[in-house]
């Protein structure tokens, strides 16, 4: 299978080929932790999710090494732990617990190795040093600088060109003075309240491109396959990590781009600083994961994506469709044999999907995921007809056939989304708080009662029990649930 990418280095789609099938590598940018995630980033974190799932399908699960760093030290983790008068690691270990907790939650898997920043302090003075031995990076004034005219290709990912850069230059920049040229960046500062590193070039602590570097190097190797971020990581960050990594190893550092557009708020990008940030904590609290995540996927990657509590809307309604489906089908399970037997009857469209790779085919093509969410829920309609034909008609072999058919790729296709992951039981169990197992619990107790009055002939008592019941019925079903009535007792399950 052929997989197609985007790779903003050419700006053209191309075919991926990694160096070696057997070790596929990818690097993503990680968060720096000194406070939550917004949904912003977790849209760059499920799109490389997608990516990686796809890889293990075709590369295989053992083949895939993927690397998601934890910025550890910034000046803003520095300057929160100063406020707050701790260690900087008890703002970055928190923060960095949360983020894999909320990814999780998004059912993102782990990345294979998460290297923090400050466990390779040693790889980004190492990497300093031979840019400064090599002429590519001078020291000023406690700093180390790179020196971007020393690089021919600067600018060859963003378009940023030093002339580029020249026409658009503003004297008297921020480190302007300490600098040969106003296009040069800081690989090496002096230390901030005390937080800081012996280096041959003084204590201090590192820019934030030369971690990225590093951490690509010590954890993927000098050329990694695929490099992923933000489109607003393209530049500085990207094309600073390339000059940095390309000056010290004389190689390409990454072979394919992957940038995902933004993620909006109205016309505006969602940042911090512009206050118009959703936090993915908080919208868990209202929302499933997975319906966060259809959501964040419902969009290309490379288009943007305006988040609405729409969206949201469309996208559990969506699941509840899959889920119903999957839950009202359960019962429904044949053999292999009994599928190949009646293969030849299905329609011919049918037999088109079976045995070729449709699910993966549409991620093939630059990570095509509205045509695969499209796909599933196709095959959600499909089977529904079939389950109708098949409750008038209990025989009907072919149509059970093609009904595990569409079932089956349904979930795969979920799958290699990271969606459907859970039993169709508990997503519709999902939601229901202590109050509404209590009301619940009460509204039995009330049947109860209307019951034995029924029985000692106590018509009032018993006109007013149900009447109690249906008002607690009600009450359930205003909170999107309603009471299902087992020998057991009562259970709530979500409309
Ligand atoms: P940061 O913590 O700002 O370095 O961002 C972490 C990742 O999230 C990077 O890959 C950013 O490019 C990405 N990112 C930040 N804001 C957005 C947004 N509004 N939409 C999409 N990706 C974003
Ligand atoms: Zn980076």
Not at 123 to 150: P, R, T
Not at 364 to 374: E, K, Q, R, Y
Request: include cysteine.
């Amino acid at each position: 299978m052929e997989l197609k990418l985007y790779n903003s280095l050419t700006r053209s789609k191309e075919v991926f080929e990694p160096a070696d099938p057997e070790r596929v590598t990818m690097y993503n940018c990680g968060p720096t932790v000194y406070s939550y995630a917004h949904i912003g980033n977790a849209r760059a974190a499920v799109v490389a999710d997608v990516l990686f799932r796809v890889l293990r399908h075709i590369y295989g699960e053992e083949n895939v090494v993927y690397a998601r760093n934890i910025t550890d030290v910034d000046d803003k983790i520095i300057a929160a732990a100063t406020e707050q008068g701790v260690d900087i690691t008890e703002i970055t270990e928190k923060y960095a617990r949360i983020y894999n907790e909320d990814l999780a939650a998004l059912n993102c898997l782990m990345p294979t190795v998460q290297p923090k920043a400050t466990d390779n302090i040693g790889g980004m003075i190492a990497i300093i040093s031979k840019l400064i031995e090599d002429g590519f990076a001078y020291e000023s004034d406690g700093h180390v600088f790179f020196d971007v005219s020393k690089f021919d290709d600067y600018g060859k990912l963003s378009g940023n060109t030093l002339d580029a850069l020249r026409k658009g230059e503003r004297v008297g920049e921020g480190e302007v003075a300490r600098k040969k040229n106003s296009a040069d960046f800081v690989l090496w500062k002096p230390e901030m309240n005390g937080v800081g590193w012996d280096a041959p070039f003084g204590f201090g602590r590192p820019g934030w491109h030369i971690e990225c570097s590093a951490m690509a190097k010590e954890t993927l190797g000098e050329t990694i396959d695929i490099h992923c971020g933000g489109v607003d990581l393209k530049f500085p960050h990207h094309e600073n990590e390339i000059a940095q990594s390309e000056c010290a190893h004389g190689k390409t550092m990454a072979r394919y781009w992957v940038h995902n557009e933004f993620l909006n708020m109205g016309s505006e990008k969602m940042s911090k600083s512009l206050g118009n940030v959703q936090l993915v904590h908080d919208l868990l609290e209202k929302w499933d994961g997975e319906v966060i995540r259809l959501a964040l996927l419902k969009a290309h990657y490379r288009s943007e994506l305006i988040w609405t509590e729409e969206l949201l809307q469309e996208s559990k309604a969506q699941l509840d469709g899959w889920y119903r489906f999957l839950n009202d089908t359960m019962s429904f399970e044949v053999s292999k044999e009994f599928i190949e037997r009646h293969v030849a009857s299905l329609k011919h469209h049918t037999l088109d999907l079976v045995g070729r790779e449709p699910i993966i085919h549409a991620l093939c093509n630059d990570l095509m995921t509205p045509t695969l969410i499209a796909f599933i829920s196709q095959m959600e309609s499909g089977g529904r007809l079939s389950l109708r034909i098949i409750s008038e008609q209990p025989d009907n072999a072919p149509q059970l056939a093609q009904l595990v058919i569409f079932r089956k790729l349904m979930n795969e296709g979920a799958d290699i989304l990271g969606l459907l992951q859970k039993d169709p039981d508990d997503w519709f169990k999902s939601g229901v708080t202590d109050e509404l197992e209590a009301l619940c619990k009460e509204y039995d107790a009330v049947r109860d009662q209307a019951v034995a009055a029924k029985e000692a002939g106590d018509k009032a008592k018993m006109g007013e029990m149900f009447k109690q019941s249906d008002q607690i019925r009600d009450q359930i079903a205003e909170a999107g649930f309603i009471i299902e009535t087992g020998p057991n007792g009562s259970e709530l399950r979500r409309k």
